[in-house]
């Protein structure tokens, strides 16, 4: 943030929460708990730092041990458990076949209720794993080291094809199959892969998408970046039955399934892999520039996702382990694939959407697979509250966890979640956390500490946020003060660059409240989140949301760069802005304010442009709610434009001081255009709470 002294910081807006009560975990919980005895806490303490975190190294299968846990000596580029070499696709499939081999490692369920639901067990996840292994390997030639795109929906195929990757140590960099071809073009090229994994088709409310169709658009776009795709693998939904009006291209797309024949009953041993090999890429977005590529490690993130899925999920190998996240998302690769699978246990995978056909389609699963642990967003619960707020109590289910991830939520949703999806006989851990994490930040421990509805709980174990204001100094906990919540130390999930980008990675992260640059001591670098957040009395941080310029729909982030970029490539707009609106279920979403080049008139197929153009760059995620033509934008001398200002008038908030502005009499103008059209439309947002007013008057002061 710049010390932009117009606006008022997150740090100096006071906020009043009313204390929420505490819940405490049902007895039956804890009894059976991975993390009952308080001594952990005594275990993974500040003092106990870095070396606790031998603690999650060990619950994997290393060839070689590591000498040092944590190696400081060129911060902020933390190196966890150097000297190990293990492999990760070893430890989510090979050694578990000993003793469950046919137990089912992932139940993949279709979107169509009529279709079957596939079970892969242990035995035959490893037959296929290395089956694709062998094929990446002598058919791509891809080794150790490589990138490879991966454009997949959530099929199993995904975390097959994730898994033959790490068995060879290539680097998969899998984009969320909702994004469009030019996003995943763009992070084709920036990851320098040469081979891209996709499918045909999937299901989508019913609906049999063309996805393949997004690969030709991929490749262009990649090659007018500089870089040239030279295989295209093409997984299909139904083998042997293309679903793409897409022509395959001879000499460039194969099909998986046909190719796979070749390579029956192969055998790959799993390369082993240095803990500092990267695992993955995942790309975010901030609030400059074009996505980032987080790079996650094999030793260190594995072991973190497989610590914290044992200790927060509570996994046991006999659970049957359900998140409905998209493995195309952070969460999806931790919980879904990573950390489950390391620990032996049964993952479920669904396609589709979750109220296809209808609101009680979540709760019958759950019913026929016998979910014991429950996993998913606040957007996802508000929806399913409003659509079938009776429907739970209908179906004979019973989780013993619930984890809510992604976004903060309300605590009138938490409580319907814990006492009506839950039944009061569930825990529910609210994890707050980033896809730059690996894994959790910040949350309860299931069986040792209560639930607050709303906040996220402490730190960790081994990770000790701490809440800083502008200057630098810590904001006390009960102090009702917000300011940037901040990580102290290092822990072994932490993304370990920003692919390609070091500088970046160190300016984004670190720059703002790093000590001393020369420092070798971790405790000079705290990790800057992004998020604004408030400490309770007792320890608990309330997460307020994102302090730059980045929206937050649904759980899912979206940049406001790329928003307004993605308008401007619409030939009538001159100017763009991006702004969040309050949403009763997706949390915010996003509205664009548009201004057009000199001579033109506003017009619906102007608009309707920008919202197609944000679909084609970004992805259907994205689509605005609303695209608002305004005659000139409100600025600042300087030329900025007063997002904060803009922004009010979408929520109907006051939008505070235009002192500032060199050209306030457009403001009333727009205010009454906008306004009276959302009037018309019945679209008005509830009365809305100090902190989102606070929120929205702050909005877009990190230029
Ligand atoms: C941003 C990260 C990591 C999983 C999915 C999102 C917000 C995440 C919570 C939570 C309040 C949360 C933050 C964070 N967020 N979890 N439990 N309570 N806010 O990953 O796309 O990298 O987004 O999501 O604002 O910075 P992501």
Not at 116 to 126: C, H, M, P, R
Not at 180 to 209: F, K, M, P, Q, W
């Amino acid at each position: 943030m710049s010390g932009n002294d117009e606006v008022v910081s997150e740090a100096q807006i006071a906020v009043h929460w009313r204390e929420e009560e505490l819940f405490y975990p049902p007895t039956r919980f804890v009894g059976q708990a991975n993390a009952s005895d308080p001594a952990i806490l005594e275990r993974f303490s500040e003092d106990n730092f870095p070396e606790c975190f031998k603690e999650y190294g060990d619950l994997l299968e290393w060839d070689h041990y590591w000498h040092t846990t944590l190696d400081t000596s060129n911060p902020p580029f933390w190196k966890w458990f150097v000297g190990g070499k293990l492999n990760a696709s070893y430890n989510c499939v090979d050694r578990h076949l000993k003793r469950d081999r046919n137990k089912a490692a992932i139940v993949w369920v279709p979107e169509l209720e009529e279709d079957d639901t596939v079970i892969l067990t242990y035995q035959e996840l490893y037959q296929r794993v290395n089956e694709m292994a062998a094929m990446l390997r002598d058919f791509c030639g891809l080794k150790a080291g490589d990138r490879v795109t991966l454009h997949l929906p959530m099929v199993p195929e995904l975390p097959i094809t994730m898994l033959a990757c790490a068995r060879l140590g290539v680097v998969h960099s899998e984009v969320f199959a909702g994004f469009s071809g030019a996003a995943c073009g763009g992070r084709i090229h920036d990851s320098g892969s040469r081979v891209l994994i996709t499918i045909d088709g999937y299901y989508r409310n019913g609906e049999l998408l063309d996805h393949k169709e997004k690969a030709d658009e991929a490749l262009a776009v990649a090659k007018s970046e500089g870089s040239e795709v030279e295989q295209v693998l093409v997984w299909r939904r139904n083998p042997g039955k293309y679903a793409s009006n897409t022509p395959m291209v001879a000499g460039r797309d194969v099909f998986v399934d046909e190719l796979l024949q070749s390579y029956k009953h192969q055998v790959v041993a799993p390369v082993s892999m240095p803990a500092e090999a990267p695992l993955f890429l995942m790309y975010t977005s901030g609030s400059t520039g074009k996505p980032k590529g987080c790079q996650h490690s094999t030793g260190g993130y594995l072991s973190y996702v497989t610590g914290t899925a044992k200790y927060y999920q509570d996994i046991h190998p006999e659970d049957t382990y359900w998140c409905l996240a998209d493995i195309g998302w952070i969460t999806g690769h931790s919980y879904i694939v990573y950390g489950p699978l390391s620990l032996g246990t049964t993952t479920v995978m669904y396609e589709g959407v979750p109220t296809y056909p209808d609101a009680g389609r979540v709760w019958r699963i759950a019913e026929r697979l016998g979910v014991t642990i429950f996993h998913t967003a606040p957007t996802t619960i508000r929806m399913l509250r409003k659509l079938g707020p009776e429907e739970p109590k209908k179906y004979n289910y019973h989780f013993k966890h619930m984890t809510t991830v992604g976004e903060p939520i309300e605590p009138e949703v938490w409580r319907w979640y814990h006492d009506v999806v839950g039944k009061n006989e569930a825990v529910v851990v609210d994890t707050w956390w980033q896809t730059e994490n690996g894994g959790f930040l910040g949350s309860t421990l299931p069986g040792i500490q209560p639930m607050k509805p709303g906040s996220c709980g402490p730190g960790v174990l081994g990770v000790f946020p701490v809440v800083l204001d502008e200057e630098g100094n810590e904001v006390e906990a009960g102090s009702g003060r917000a300011g940037n919540i901040c990580i102290r130390n290092p822990w072994p999930g932490i993304l370990q660059t920003i692919y390609g980008q070091p500088d970046r990675f160190v300016q984004v992260y670190y720059e703002k409240y790093c000590r001393d640059k020369n420092s070798k001591d971790w405790r000079d670098w705290p990790y800057f989140a992004g998020d604004g957040a408030m400490k309770a009395a007792d320890g608990y941080f309330r997460i307020l949301g994102r302090v730059d310029d980045v929206i937050n729909v649904a759980g899912h982030r979206l940049g406001t760069k790329e928003l307004e970029s993605a308008s401007l490539t619409v030939p009538e707009v001159a100017e763009a802005a991006a702004v969040p609106v309050i949403d009763e279920i997706r949390g915010r979403v996003v509205e664009m304010y548009v201004s057009l080049k000199p001579g033109l008139s506003p017009s619906k197929e102007i608009s309707d442009k920008v919202a197609a153009a944000i679909e084609v760059e970004i992805g259907k995620i994205a689509r605005p709610k609303n695209v608002w033509i305004v005659p000139d934008m409100p600025k600042t001398r300087s030329g900025k434009i007063m997002r904060r200002v803009i922004a009010g008038i979408s929520n109907f908030t006051d939008p505070g001081d235009l002192t500032t502005l060199a050209n306030a009499e457009v403001v009333e103008g727009i205010r009454h255009s906008v306004q009276s059209e959302k009037l018309a439309k019945g679209d008005v947002p509830r009365e809305l709470s100090p902190q989102e007013v606070a929120e929205i008057q702050s909005y877009g002061h990190a230029d």
